[in-house]
């Protein structure tokens, strides 16, 4: 069975930076093929792609976000680490840490929880 | 930056035919995935590839794609289907989401 789960900060304040953990069961990021990524929605609104971590150690950032973001992971842990820097109110919402299928045409196939984070002074 | 445009929002009567239409340019060179979103939960994955359906996902889901359209359509809709369905595609190597549609079931 595929898990994933993030855990992370559920306020900051502006200016602050986000440090978003991934943890995930039932998949290897090393296997041929697996990804992980990260989506995000602010209240009410549509998802928001985020960031691609591969099997490879490839890394892709949404493009208008990039500055701000950095994606890791610790493949003898399982987990991906997401840093998002200077954050700010807009970036309140929930963040969704996510499987990605090379195979599938990387669809993103396994959804984890989300965590709600708030940006706030 | 390449768009997906969605309508915001349909009502469909229960066991008829709800169709979700994704527009963007030259959409069929792409592959499309659709996901749904019930209230206070995870998207879920219900097409991938443009047609294809992850295992569990109901045989009344189905979707395609030409042109600059693509479609999801869910055939003999049930009040379980009632949620937000969100298209998505990859556009080199970003990932693009439509805006969503509301799928009522009144």
């Known amino acids: 069975q595929v898990t994933l789960r993030e855990s992370g900060p559920a306020l900051l304040k502006p200016a602050q930076t986000l440090t978003l953990t991934c943890s995930f069961s039932g998949f290897s990021l090393t296997t041929n093929g697996m990804c992980v990524s990260l989506?995000?929605?602010?209240?009410?609104?549509?998802l928001e792609w985020l960031a691609r971590i591969d099997w490879d150690d490839d890394k892709k950032y949404n493009t208008s976000l990039r500055t701000r973001l950095s994606i890791s992971r610790d493949t003898s842990k399982n987990q991906v680490v997401l840093r998002m820097t200077n954050m700010d109110p807009l970036d309140t919402g929930t963040y969704y840490c996510?499987?990605?299928?090379?195979?599938?045409?990387?669809?993103?196939?396994?959804w984890g929880q989300g965590t709600t984070v708030t940006v706030s002074s | 930056s390449y768009e997906l445009t969605q309508p915001p929002s349909l009502s469909v009567s229960p066991g008829q035919t709800a169709s979700i239409n994704c527009s963007g340019k030259n959409l069929g060179d792409k592959y499309v995935c659709w996901y749904q979103q019930k209230p206070g939960q995870s998207p879920v994955l219900v097409v991938y590839?443009?047609?294809k359906r992850p295992s569990g996902v109901p045989e009344r889901f189905s979707g395609s794609n030409s042109g600059n359209t693509a479609t999801l359509t869910i055939g003999g809709t049930q009040a379980v289907d009632e949620a937000d369905y969100y298209c998505?595609?990859?556009?080199?190597?970003?990932?693009?989401f439509g805006g969503g549609t509301r799928l009522a079931v009144l």
């Open positions: 590839q443009d047609s």
């Open positions: 989506v995000r929605q602010s209240p009410g609104k549509a």
């Open positions: 996510v499987r990605t299928r090379q195979d599938y045409s990387y669809a993103l196939d396994v």
């Open positions: 998505q595609v990859w556009d080199s190597t970003t990932a693009i």
